[in-house]
């Protein structure tokens, strides 16, 4: 079964940067897409950054944090990254990371990923 741990959030005021990490346990990270998303109180699980498989060599972001975010991987660590800057108040949701199997196509569809973390919360003040 694999295991997908966040950390990394916590309380940081507006403009300011957090990196969230995300641990997969399990010895095949690197065959794993992965991908961030973010659910704010009251609101549907959006999309937020996805990675390939192997050595991440493409990126797919919302459009509306483009520029902002940065996802990355480090497949000796079995983790993957999501650094977070000039953050805002509407930043503020649960991160998610999630994993799927042999993604060799970039989804923002949260259906599509095979394993999910328990979430890390961030939250930014004004």
């Known amino acids: 079964q694999v295991q997908l741990v966040e950390s990394g959030g916590g309380l940081v005021q507006a403009g300011g940067s957090l990196t969230l990490s995300c641990v997969v346990s399990?010895?095949?990270?690197?065959?794993?897409?992965m991908g961030w998303f973010r659910q704010a109180p009251g609101k549907e699980r959006e999309f937020v950054a996805a990675?390939?498989?192997?050595?991440?060599?493409?990126?797919y972001y919302a459009d509306s944090l483009k520029g902002r975010f940065t996802i990355s991987r480090d497949n000796a660590k079995n983790t993957v990254y999501l650094q977070m800057n000039s953050l805002k108040p509407e930043d503020t949701a649960v991160y998610y990371c999630a994993a799927k199997k042999f993604m060799t196509l970039l989804t923002a569809v949260a259906g599509a990923y095979d394993y999910w973390g328990q979430g890390t919360q961030v939250t930014v003040s004004s």
């Open positions: 399990g010895r095949t990270f690197s065959s794993y897409g």
């Open positions: 990675i390939s498989s192997w050595s991440g060599g493409h990126t």
